[in-house]
């Protein structure tokens, strides 16, 4: 077998760099990353100060956004010619630890991770409006091949079912708007959100003018007249699920829904994002798609060609990476 090259510090900077790009949950960047130094082993650690306790008590849409960034991470490994072996909660004394990656060389092809990487900082949510052009079943089914890779399910609801949850998605917003809990929260990642993090006002997306979009607004006020924009009739919306709810199936669906944005990305299609209606347990379980098998939906996408969404911004990498 051919020695692994030790990680120097330049390489580490790298591949956390490539994996902070991942998107969370009101852009909180939730991670921590280890690195030991002559080792080629990372630790990929919650940040525990970066909860939302009022829309993610349970910590699910945390474990999410750390399992996209390990997906990036372990692309960006396969981008220069490492494979990625990794253990999942390796130990439950330490609940924070979420992941034990070790880099090695590559002893089978990872040219369908690496393939990937050109996509890791171009993937952006985008909260405007599609054009309504139909995707072709062939692009549709790929991403849920992506999917399928990553041991969890992509499912596109039929046409009832979508109008069904663009429903709840305004229960969701009405729910939202009555819990001064919830309002505070948005307010600490948007409006007061520190430099580096949460989601900047140019990254909002213009509010529907039926109220009739999974998009989620982010406004903390009413906004100009003619501000609003007219979405797509008929969005093409996507469920991401797995079979059980717990923490490594959360870490599983970040894994599977990195690979989705990435390969959509590759495909020239813009995504969006929105946990809203899942944050509330009197309507995550109706979004779920009645007909399909999917136990829990981890993330409700919109997918169309559009608008690119902009970057948001990310905390250097000296913050989230600690070398010993």
């Known amino acids: 077998m051919v020695p692994a090259l030790l990680l120097d510090a330049e390489a580490v900077t790298a591949l956390v760099g490539d994996a ?32 939302l306790p009022a829309e993610d008590p349970s910590g699910r849409g945390l474990h999410v956004g750390c399992g996209a960034a390990l997906f990036n991470l372990r692309v960006a490994a396969a981008h220069g010619g490492r494979e990625a072996t990794t253990t999942l909660l390796p130990d439950p004394a330490d609940p924070e630890l979420l992941a034990v990656v070790t880099l090695v060389p ?44 990553e041991g969890v399910r992509l499912v596109f609801p039929d046409a009832w079912h979508a109008q069904t949850i663009l429903e709840l998605a305004q229960d ?67 469920l991401l699920g797995t079979r059980e709810d717990g923490p490594l199936d959360w870490l599983l669906a970040g894994q599977g829904l990195q690979r989705v944005l990435l390969q959509a990305t590759l495909d020239g299609l813009a995504a969006t994002l929105n946990s809203q209606a899942l944050e509330w347990p009197e309507l995550r379980w109706a ?27 990310r905390r250097p990498v000296s913050e989230v990476l600690t070398t010993v």
């Not at 902070?20 to 991670?31: F, I, T, Y």
């Not at 959100?193 to 979009?213: K, L, M, S």
Request: hydrophobic residues 40%.
């Open 106 to 149: 590559q002893t089978a092809s990872q040219g369908d991770l690496a393939a990937l990487h050109p996509a890791v900082h171009r993937r952006h949510s985008s909260r405007r409006p599609f054009t309504g052009e139909q995707i072709p079943a062939t692009v549709l089914d790929g991403l849920c091949g992506a999917a399928r890779a």
């Open 172 to 238: 969701a917003r009405a729910l939202e708007a009555a819990s001064p809990e919830t309002l505070e929260e948005v307010a600490r990642w948007t409006s007061r959100a520190a430099p580096g993090e949460g989601i900047p006002a140019d990254a909002f997306g213009p509010p529907a003018q039926d109220g009739r979009a999974v998009v989620r607004d982010f406004a903390a006020s009413p906004q100009p007249a003619g501000s609003s924009a007219v979405f797509e009739r008929a969005p093409c919306l996507a």
């Open 20 to 51: 902070v790009a991942a998107p969370s949950m009101h852009n909180a960047q939730p991670w921590l990353f280890r690195h030991q130094r002559g080792s080629n082993t990372l630790l990929l650690r919650m940040d525990a100060s970066r909860t």
């Open 287 to 313: 979004v779920r798609d009645p007909l399909s098998s999917m136990g829990h939906v981890q993330m409700l996408l919109r997918f169309g060609y559009g608008p690119e969404g902009p970057a948001t911004p």
